[in-house]
C-alpha cells in the first residue's frame, strides 16, 4: 500500500484452526467487496498443535488468499506453534507478528500487538503470558518519542479490565474476572484508534471513548474497543470485522480529532478523574461498591438540618468504610440532605444518549439570537484551537460545545446574566418552555413534588433499566 492512502482491512477473532472456514468467509467478502490489504487475527489461531488442516498451509499445499497477520499462543498446548518469539512466517501469507511490539508497514499505519493472556505468576513468564514488563517494555518503546500520540490499531487477545465503564454493557462478560488491568494500562498509554481482542466467544463493540479530559486538555482522537466472536460459531455472533482506515500520520489535525456524537468518558481513568488506570490493576478480591436504597412508597419527609454543635466536623468512620460526604449535599445519595421523595429509580449504569430533539444548527441559532438581544458577543472557536489559549487564569467565560464539534466562546468581562444558559434551552427554538427559563419561577411544594415524581415513576416504569438489574 503506498504512504498517504487508506487501507481496508478485516480482523477476525478467534479461528482454533478453522482456517479453511474463514479464508471461505474472506473470499467471499473479497468478492463482495472488492480486495483487502490485510487480516489481522486475535485470539486463539490454532485449535491444537496438530491440526491437519493446518499442516496444509504449512507444507504449501493451500495458501492464504490475503496477508495474515496473527498473534501468539493464549495456552501452553499451541505455544510450541510459535518458534520464534520476536515473529517469523508461519506459512505463505501467515505471518506471526511476536510476543510484543510495533509494526510499521509502507503506508504509514502503525499497528501495536501485545500476545497471550496476563501471567498471575513469578518470573519466569510462561511463553504464552505477558507481565507488568513487557507491558512497560512496549510502552516505554512508543512513549519515548517526543511526536508521539498514539498508534492506529492495537491488537491484543486479552480484553481490557474494566472497558465497560461509562459505555454500554458487553452482556455476560465481567471483566473484573475476565479482563486484563495490564492491557488497559496498555490501551490507556498507547491511546489506540482502534482496539481489537478476542477469547471470550462474544461481539462487543464499545461506544468510542475520548483520550482527553474537556475543557483541561486540547481535543484528540477517540478510541474504538471491538471483540470479536470465534470463526463459525453456531451462534452466528460477529466473528469477522471490516473497515477503511486512514493512518494517522496522513490526516489533518482537526479531521482526527473529530467528536462522534456518542463518544464517552475514558473507562480507564481512575475514580474521580485524573489519567492513572492502577485501580484497575488490584489483584486483591474488590469490595461491592456502596449501594444506598430507598423506600419509594414510604411517606416524604422534611429535610433533615444539620445538629448543633458540630462545629462542621463529620463523625468518624469504621475502617474501610466509604467516607461520609463533606458538606450537605443536596443530589448525593449518601448524603441525609437528599430530597428522597423525589427519586424515581437506583440504577447501576448510565448509558449517554445525545439530545435529538433539534438539530446542532438550531441550537446554535438559539444560542445566537439569546446572545444579539442581551448584547453578548459569542466568538466561534475554530476546531484546532485551545481552550486554554484564549482564556486566562481566573479569567470567568461562558462556553457552548456542539456535538457537531463547534465551540461557541463568550469572555465575561462585566455584568453577565447567570440564567444565559438555562435561558437559551428552555426558549421555543430548542425546548419550547420559556416559562422554566427562570428557576425560582419552577418551585412547588413538597407534595406537588412528590405527586409529580410518582407519575413519573409510573409512566417511565416500561423504560426502567434498573428493574432488570
Aim: charged residues 20%; proline residues 7%.
Amino acid at each position: 500500500m503506498a504512504p498517504g492512502g487508506a487501507l481496508r482491512v478485516l480482523v477476525c477473532g478467534d479461528v482454533e484452526g478453522r482456517l479453511g472456514s474463514l479464508y471461505s468467509r474472506v473470499q467471499a467478502v473479497q468478492s463482495k467487496s472488492g480486495a483487502f490489504d490485510l487480516l489481522l487475527c486475535v485470539g486463539n489461531f490454532f485449535g491444537s498443535a496438530q491440526d491437519p488442516e493446518w499442516e496444509e498451509y504449512q507444507t504449501g499445499a493451500k495458501k492464504a488468499p490475503i496477508q495474515t497477520y496473527v498473534l501468539g499462543a493464549n495456552n501452553s498446548e499451541t505455544a510450541q506453534c510459535f518458534p520464534d518469539a520476536s515473529g517469523c512466517e508461519l506459512a505463505e501469507n501467515i505471518t506471526y507478528l511476536g510476543r510484543k511490539g510495533v509494526f510499521s508497514g509502507a503506508s504509514g499505519l502503525q499497528i501495536a500487538y501485545l500476545s497471550g493472556t496476563e501471567s498471575t505468576g513469578g518470573e519466569p513468564t510462561p511463553a504464552h503470558c505477558f507481565s507488568t514488563k513487557d507491558v512497560t517494555d512496549l510502552k516505554t518503546s512508543l512513549l519515548s518519542t517526543s511526536k508521539f500520540k498514539g498508534v492506529d490499531i492495537l491488537l491484543t487477545s486479552s480484553w481490557p479490565k474494566g472497558v465497560e465503564i461509562f459505555g454500554n454493557i458487553p452482556g455476560d462478560i465481567d471483566t473484573k474476572k475476565c479482563g486484563s488491568g495490564l492491557v488497559s494500562l496498555l490501551a490507556a498509554s498507547l491511546k489506540p484508534r482502534y482496539h481489537f481482542a478476542g477469547l471470550q466467544k462474544v461481539y462487543y463493540e464499545r461506544l468510542p471513548y475520548r483520550n482527553h479530559t474537556v475543557l483541561q486538555e486540547a481535543a484528540q482522537h477517540v478510541s474504538r474497543f471491538i471483540a470479536l466472536a470465534g470463526v463459525g460459531n453456531s451462534d452466528k455472533r460477529k466473528y469477522l470485522y471490516a473497515f477503511s482506515i486512514l493512518p494517522m500520520s496522513s490526516m489533518e489535525p482537526a479531521e482526527l480529532v473529530k467528536q462522534p456524537q456518542d463518544v464517552t468518558e475514558n473507562p480507564y481513568q481512575r475514580p474521580g478523574g485524573g489519567k492513572s488506570c492502577a485501580h484497575l490493576l488490584l489483584d486483591e478480591k474488590e469490595e461491592p461498591a456502596p449501594q444506598f436504597f430507598f423506600d419509594l412508597s414510604s411517606k416524604p419527609k422534611g429535610r433533615k438540618r444539620r445538629q448543633e454543635g458540630g462545629k462542621g466536623q463529620q463523625p468518624k468512620r469504621a475502617p474501610g468504610k466509604p467516607p461520609l460526604p463533606t458538606a450537605a449535599c443536596w443530589f448525593c445519595l449518601a448524603s441525609p440532605e437528599v430530597e428522597k421523595h423525589l427519586v424515581v429509580s437506583i440504577g447501576t449504569h448510565v448509558v449517554p444518549v445525545p439530545l435529538n430533539c433539534c438539530t446542532t444548527e438550531d441550537i446554535k441559532e438559539a444560542f445566537i439570537v439569546q446572545a444579539e438581544e442581551q448584547q453578548i458577543e459569542l466568538l466561534e472557536i475554530p476546531e484546532h484551537s485551545a481552550l486554554k489559549q484564549i482564556v486566562q487564569p481566573g479569567t470567568p467565560y461562558f462556553y457552548v460545545e456542539l456535538d457537531n464539534g463547534e465551540k461557541l466562546f463568550h469572555r465575561i468581562r462585566k455584568s453577565f446574566p447567570l440564567q444565559f444558559g438555562r435561558e437559551v434551552l428552555a426558549s421555543e427554538a430548542i425546548l419550547g418552555m420559556p416559562g422554566r427559563a427562570d428557576w425560582r419561577s419552577c418551585q412547588a411544594g413538597q407534595e406537588e413534588e412528590a405527586a409529580a415524581a410518582q407519575d413519573f415513576r409510573q409512566a417511565f416504569e416500561p423504560f426502567d433499566l434498573a428493574q432488570e438489574d
